[in-house]
Every structure is written in C-alpha cells, then in structure tokens.
C-alpha cells in the first residue's frame, strides 16, 4: 500500500523494491532466508506492472549501504530523477546514513509517516530534499506480521494473499519448536 500511495501521489513511473541482504542500522532484523524474501516480494507484486524488484543487494550479500545501491541505479537509469522511499521513522536516523551527504545530491527522498512515528522535525543534511507522501497510514510492523504468524493470527488485509499462501506453504516464522 505504500508503495502505491508514493506511486500514485508522485506520478513515478515505477516502484522498484530492493530487499537488502542485511540493513546495516538494523543487524538483526533479517528472520527469513534470502530467496523466502525474494519469492514473498514476487508473489505479492508480479501481477502489478507499476511494480519491479531488483535483487542487486540479495547478490552483493552482506551489508548494503544505500549510496552503493542508489550508484548502481544511477548508472541503469542515467537520465532519471530516482527517489528513495523512506518510512517516516527513519527521518531521524537519516543523518547516521553512510555517505548521506552525497546521497542528498543524488536522490530525492519520499517518505511515508507511520503511526506512532509522528514526523516533528525534519534532519538537517545540507541539500536534503525531502518529500512527504500523505498515504494511508498503517499500524503494523514486520516484527508485528511475524508475530502474527508465530501466533496463528491472521494476516489477511496487511499482506498480499499469494505472498500468505508462500508463508503458509513454507511455513515461515513459526518457532523452531511449534
């Protein structure tokens, strides 16, 4: 859904999803093998043409810094104004990015404002520009999904439904021991 409203609101041409290998702010958020991910991501978007994953960071392995990434889509897409989207929850983390300053001239940022992460002040990087898409606004978390599943819960209407049947097929995110 956020996808769509920054598509939509911004008249992009394409949404590309690029799942890292590993965030390097969060070391310990990745709870699922690569390829479960990436064939999640592809279940829940391949029937949407506004839509494309790029799995450049899955193939670099490791930890990924945007500005690698935003680099390798400059040169794919040299003639293009390219925007990163962002939850709103990482506006105040921004400033601790690799490489922020450069990545500032080169991308313009979107970001989405979730619930319980009210956006009050904008960080202050030189040349920052900042674009804040007023979207449907979703109180739900990853850590919150995996719960759901750990805990037999439903996760019909905050997850695509073939990307649940991959879930289920592959019983992810139950504990070890259920």
């Given at each position: ?59 670099r392995g490791g930890v990924n810094y945007t500005i690698d990434s935003v680099r390798h889509f400059l040169a794919l897409y040299p003639d293009d104004t390219l ?54 606004l979703l109180a739900i978390s990853s850590t919150e999904l995996r719960d759901r599943v750990r805990r037999s819960l439903s996760l019909d209407y905050f997850v ?19």
């Amino acid at each position: 859904m956020a996808a769509q409203d920054a598509y939509e609101q911004y008249g992009l041409d394409k949404v590309i999803f690029v799942p890292a290998a590993q965030a390097p702010l969060k070391p310990h958020d990745v709870q699922s093998a690569t390829g479960d991910r990436l064939a999640m991501l592809q279940a829940a978007t391949e029937w949407d043409s506004r839509f494309a994953i790029s799995d450049y960071e899955l193939k670099r392995g490791g930890v990924n810094y945007t500005i690698d990434s935003v680099r390798h889509f400059l040169a794919l897409y040299p003639d293009d104004t390219l925007y990163w989207i962002i939850g709103g929850d990482q506006l105040p983390k921004l400033h601790l990015w690799n490489d922020i300053a450069e990545l500032a001239q080169l991308i313009e940022f979107i970001f989405l404002e979730r619930p319980n992460h009210p956006v009050r002040a904008h960080p202050d990087i030189p040349g920052l520009r900042l674009h804040r898409c007023d979207g449907h606004l979703l109180a739900i978390s990853s850590t919150e999904l995996r719960d759901r599943v750990r805990r037999s819960l439903s996760l019909d209407y905050f997850v695509p439904h073939k990307a649940i049947v991959y879930i289920k097929e592959h019983s992810l995110y139950r504990d070890s021991n259920a």
